[in-house]
T-cell receptor
Framework: AQSVTQLDSHVSVSEGTPVLLRCNYS??????LFWYVQHPNKGLQLLLK??????LVKGINGFEAEFKKSETSFHLTKPSAHMSDAAEYFC???????????FGQGTTLQVKP | NAGVTQTPKFQVLKTGQSMTLQCAQD?????MYWYRQDPGMGLRLIYY???????DKGEVPNGYNVSRLNKREFSLRLESAAPSQTSVYFC????????????FGSGTRLTVV
C-alpha cells in the first residue's frame, strides 16, 4: 500500500536561511506526489506537484522539490526562508487511481526573525 | 473566483443537534471529498464521491452522512452531534482521479459543546 512519511513534525529556521522539509514515500510504482501548505486558520493550497515528468519540480513562492526514485524521497526546499513561509506543510500522495489522497502527518515550519 | 466554497465557516452546536455542511465547486470536477482535521492527526477522509450519483466511506465515516446532490454540490450531515466531532472540516474536489491534485475549500470550524 502507498504511504507518505514526513520525517520532521517541526522545523525551525531563521529568516534568510534555507528550508528543507523531508518526505519519503512508499509505493510499488512511481506515484504522483504533492506538497500542500496550510497557513494558520486557512485552507490547504497546492505548492507543487510531481506527475512523472521532470524530477525537479518548481512551485509557488520559490519552493521546489526533487523526486528521487532511488531514495523514495520528495523533499521540499527553498533557498531563503521568509517570515510568511511559517505554516504547516503536507506531503501528499494519491494512491493508484482511486483519487483519494494520502496525507503525511504534516511538518510545522517556524521562521525566526 | 473558481474554486470550492464551503458554508458555514464557523458553527457551534449542542450535543445531539444536527446540521449540514454545504460544499459547492465550479470547476466541473467529477470527484468530491470531505475531510476532518484534528491536531496531531493530519487530515482524515470522512466520505468521498468519485462521481455524481456515487458515495463511499473513507477512514472515519461513523456519525456522518453525505449527499452528492449534483455534480457541483456535496453535503455532509451530522445527525446527532457529539463533542468528538469538534474539528475543522474541509471539502475538496478533483478532476482526473486526483492525479493532478485537489482544490480545497477554506474549511468549517465546528465546535460541539
Amino acid at each position: 500500500a502507498q504511504s507518505v512519511t514526513q520525517l520532521d513534525s517541526h522545523v525551525s529556521v531563521s529568516e534568510g536561511t534555507p528550508v528543507l522539509l523531508r518526505c519519503n514515500y512508499s509505493s510499488s510504482y512511481s506515484p504522483s506526489l504533492f506538497w500542500y501548505v496550510q497557513h494558520p486558520n486557512k485552507g490547504l493550497q497546492l505548492l507543487l506537484k510531481y506527475t512523472s515528468a521532470a524530477t525537479l519540480v518548481k512551485g509557488i513562492n520559490g519552493f521546489e522539490a526533487e523526486f528521487k526514485k532511488s531514495e523514495t524521497s520528495f523533499h521540499l526546499t527553498k533557498p531563503s526562508a521568509h517570515m510568511s513561509d511559517a505554516a504547516e506543510y503536507f506531503c501528499v500522495c494519491p494512491p493508484g487511481n482511486t483519487g483519494k489522497l494520502i496525507f503525511g502527518q504534516g511538518t510545522t515550519l517556524q521562521v525566526k526573525p | 473566483n473558481a474554486g470550492v466554497t464551503q458554508t458555514p465557516k464557523f458553527q457551534v452546536l449542542k450535543t445531539g443537534q444536527s446540521m449540514t455542511l454545504q460544499c459547492a465547486q465550479d470547476m466541473n470536477h467529477n470527484s468530491m471529498y470531505w475531510y476532518r482535521q484534528d491536531p496531531g492527526m493530519g487530515l482524515r477522509l470522512i466520505y468521498y464521491s468519485a462521481s455524481e450519483g456515487t458515495t463511499d466511506k473513507g477512514e472515519v465515516p461513523n456519525g456522518y452522512n453525505v449527499s452528492r446532490l449534483n455534480k457541483r454540490e456535496f453535503s455532509l450531515r451530522l445527525e446527532s452531534a457529539a463533542p468528538s466531532q469538534t474539528s475543522v472540516y474541509f471539502c475538496a474536489s478533483s478532476g482526473g482521479q486526483g492525479l493532478y491534485g485537489y482544490t480545497f475549500g477554506s474549511g468549517t470550524r465546528l465546535t460541539v459543546v
